[in-house]
């Protein structure tokens, strides 16, 4: 039977008297017949972020916008909505591949290889790169070295592949190959939530196909990747390889995504239009005047994450604070928490003190959560249902146990 139906928060001793089946007499029970002298403990919340940034000629802007609103995303990163935060930040670039045709028939292929997924190297105060290749949230340094790493200069490729790239970083053999070999290994950790921030003004041209599939022509009023875009690697594929991600340990991986891309200002909207200013032609897209591109696919996979879109923004806007701001939300508000000293998910009673100081309590017998049981090094995790999902703007998560005496 259910617990909650016998009583609410009773001891054990007080369910036998009414009749209820104890969980201490279960074959193969955990549950202790007394109190713990130390109650659950919440762990803090792992998360690495990985921001893919455009670094094509029309970039320059966009890349010092990010920059100058870094600060308030930090900010709001530590501040963690009740759960404290151990993140980390390393960037990498949309750059793979450019597969260009010329008029006079040449078919040109330019590569990437410092690229192509590889964590770029954290730059020091005189602007040279260092052997860092990711910065730690505890980094009195996080800042300057951050704002630094965002500047990812303007002479990648035109052919922005944001979603090949993030296959390339974190599932691929790079993703494990050491840092000291030119790979990512040691960026992803064990236990811990990838974000990825998508920041281009133009359209997702991936393909896992080498030579790509689809070349840049010289007219700028055809998007290419658009009109070609059969050739691609579907966005559900795409999508299916992150959400299947899984760390040393066996354990999935829980994958959060956000654009800043280049979709309509007012409405979020992808839309193709050929827009001419000042003598000059080019593929846009509508109520985003400084995009090079439709932004479908961009849409799609922030859809795939999120069907409300909260994870997707213009990156035609003045400003990139409150975006930031929403993305830091949406990375600090996990919907799984791991655990330590719980003996059985039967007893155990979650609250979730909601920003209006309400609080919302959860059982597992009522559906409330998932647990999973620890394994190997891998602490037990939590999993919010229903409605404990958790939200933005909650203020604490405890964890209590019913327990005898």
């Known amino acids: 039977m259910k617990l909650h139906t016998c009583a609410h928060l009773m001891s054990l001793s007080a369910l036998l008297a009414l009749g209820c089946h104890s969980p201490v007499d279960d074959d193969g029970s955990t549950v202790p017949d007394a109190c713990e002298a130390t109650p659950p403990i919440v762990a803090p919340q792992k998360t690495d972020i990985l921001f893919v940034i455009d670094n094509s000629g029309s970039m320059s802007e966009e890349q010092q ?18 759960v404290s935060q151990d993140f980390r930040v390393g960037v990498i670039t949309t750059s793979v591949y450019q597969r260009q045709l010329f008029p006079d028939g040449a078919d040109v292929i330019r590569n990437f290889p410092d690229q192509e997924g590889r964590l770029q190297p954290v730059r020091d105060e005189a602007n040279q790169p260092t052997a860092e290749r990711f910065i730690e949230g505890s980094d009195p340094l996080l800042l300057p070295k951050f704002q630094r790493l965002v500047d990812q ?26 840092l000291a070999e030119g790979g990512n290994g040691g960026f992803l950790r064990d236990d811990s939530r990838l974000l990825v921030v998508v920041v281009s003004d133009e359209e997702d041209c991936s393909s896992q196909q080498r030579p790509p599939p689809v070349a840049l022509g010289v007219d700028r009023a055809v998007d290419a990747c658009t009109a070609q875009g059969d050739k691609l690697t579907p966005v559900s594929e795409y999508y299916q390889a992150f959400q299947s991600l899984r760390d040393s340990q066996g354990a999935s991986r829980e994958v959060l995504w956000a654009t800043i891309g280049p ?16 003598g000059t032609t080019n593929v846009r897209n509508v109520d985003c005047p ?37 993305i830091a939300d949406l990375a600090t508000v996990a919907q799984s928490v791991s655990v330590v000293n719980l003996p059985d998910p039967r007893l155990a009673v979650v609250y979730v003190t909601r920003a209006d100081g309400s609080v919302q309590t959860c059982t597992a017998s009522n559906g409330d959560f998932r647990y999973e049981p620890p394994s190997g090094d891998r602490s037990a995790r939590i999993f919010f249902l229903g409605p404990c999902l958790r939200r933005v703007g909650d203020t604490k998560v405890e964890v209590k146990v019913l327990c005898a005496g």
């Open 65 to 82: 916008g990010i920059a100058t609103e870094l600060p308030a995303f930090l900010a709001a990163l530590k501040e963690g909505n009740g």
């Open 153 to 178: 200069g303007t002479s990648g490729s035109g052919q922005e592949a944001p979603f090949e790239a993030v296959r390339l970083a974190v599932a691929s053999p790079l993703a494990t190959l050491p």
């Open 263 to 278: 979709v309509a200002v007012t409405d979020k909207r992808a839309e193709l239009i050929v827009d001419t200013t000042g």
């Open 290 to 326: 400084t995009s090079y591109g439709p932004g479908y696919r961009q849409s799609d996979m922030a859809k795939a994450f999120d069907a409300t879109r909260a994870n997707l923004d213009s990156i035609c806007k003045t400003s990139y604070q409150q975006t930031l701001l929403d």
